[in-house]
């Protein structure tokens, strides 16, 4: 098999979701205002039935629990047991969640009033297909809402990164903008295009921009280990390490610290982030 490019995340099941799961905290923290944003678009409605696609962890499924109230019923699917062994911790509230791959799951017919998710959709290998398939879990009228990244120039956790150990490595090559991976949904004119390949109607796509508190500590100094820890552990730098050896990644980490060290933030390191808020209907 060969190997993804460093921009690309295929295994879910595997060492990407152990990274997930050990930095989920510090990951939450920084996709909080982007879930909370997308939640804001999709307005859940106390009753209403919920698909969180992709769900990991379950950050976005417990709120959206909360905004259906008891009367609501929210599912949470993800393909990695890792993240759903997480999601089910007891205390957590009331969702259920499956262990199904969102593009083939035998999902309930017209069963949702929503289907969600926070950075969960941009993995499939066909995006249209997939859509397709999970419209048929919604309701008529029923709506997709779901936050993806714009491109990686925009977002500093890879942006910052990768441009410091520019000059150290060896250029990682273009990404192909539509493999499957964190930046398969930058091109809005894809996702319309895609989304309506699936059937669905009335596709808006909404730049949403926030500051991304990544890493933290007890003073700026410890901020800034911490976010060069997360970059060396979680996304395409950790990709692009992995064969390297010591005195490399030694290298690359006094570059990212600078390009972190630059970066406003007290506690945190305070990086610029950018993500589409997605929504559409299922016309029925
Ligand atoms: C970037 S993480 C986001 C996790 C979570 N939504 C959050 O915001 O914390 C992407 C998630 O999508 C899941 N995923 C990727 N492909 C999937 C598929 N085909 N079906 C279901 N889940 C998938 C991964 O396992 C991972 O948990």
Redesign the pocket.
Known sequence: MTKPAVYQVSD?VGKS?DN?VSNQRR??AM?AAF?EAAIAAADPLPGEHVLD?????G??SFVLADRVGAEGRVLG????PQ?LERARQPGHGAVDFAL????TAELAAQAYDLLF????VM??GDPAAAFGHMRGALKPGGRLVFVCWRGAAENDWVRLPMGAIRGILPPQGAPDPEAPG?FSFSDPLRVERLLAEAGFADIALAPFDAQIPFGEGVTREAANDDALGMAFAVGPLSRALADQDEGVKARCAEAVRAAFAARPGERSVLIDGAAWIVTARNPG
């Open positions: 879910w979701g997930w990951l939450d996709l879930g696609v992709g769900c990991g962890a950050a976005s699917l993800d393909i990695s993240l199904a791959d969102a593009a998710s926070r950075f969960g993995f499939f964190p």
